[in-house]
């Protein structure tokens, strides 16, 4: 798993992490039982502190992104039960913010669709 990190960014590494895997698994890159790197090693080899991948993993937890024993590690699941609230809120807001800039429902869609598709957005 190729991890790009930003140690410039506003966003926290822990959350860029969270969000890396989610896209991943998303991607079809991760799959369902796949099994993720320990704490440790995935602290060394994006050069961060165990404490912070740490809380990656146990946001991705508490999400329903992965599974954790002690036994077998960290594991790729998908959470049930739909989108949860507050990322239909963080929807709503991005769509809101795309239409202060200018976009017109239809441009939303077509830009909704190549994103889902993984095609980069034009700039």
């Known amino acids: 798993m190729l991890l790009r990190l930003d140690f410039n960014s506003d966003i926290p590494i822990y959350q860029q992490l969270r969000n890396q895997i989610v896209s991943a698994v998303a991607a079809g890159e991760l799959r369902p039982g796949?099994?993720?790197?320990?704490?440790?090693?995935?602290?060394?080899?994006?050069?961060?502190?165990m404490m912070t991948a740490s809380?990656?993993?146990?946001?991705?937890?508490?999400?329903?992104?992965v599974a954790a024993n002690r036994r077998g590690g960290v594991m790729v699941r998908l959470p049930a039960g739909g989108a949860a609230p507050e990322?239909?809120?963080?929807?709503?807001?991005?769509l809101c913010e795309l239409r202060l800039a200018g976009l017109s429902r239809e441009e939303?869609?077509?830009?909704?669709?190549?994103?889902?598709?993984?095609?980069?957005?034009?700039r």
């Open 34 to 49: 796949e099994r993720l790197p320990t704490v440790r090693a995935l602290a060394e080899e994006c050069g961060i502190n």
């Open 55 to 65: 809380k990656a993993y146990q946001l991705l937890k508490a999400e329903g992104y």
């Open 87 to 94: 990322t239909l809120e963080g929807l709503r807001l991005r």
């Open 108 to 122: 939303i869609l077509k830009l909704c669709g190549r994103l889902y598709d993984g095609e980069e957005a034009e």
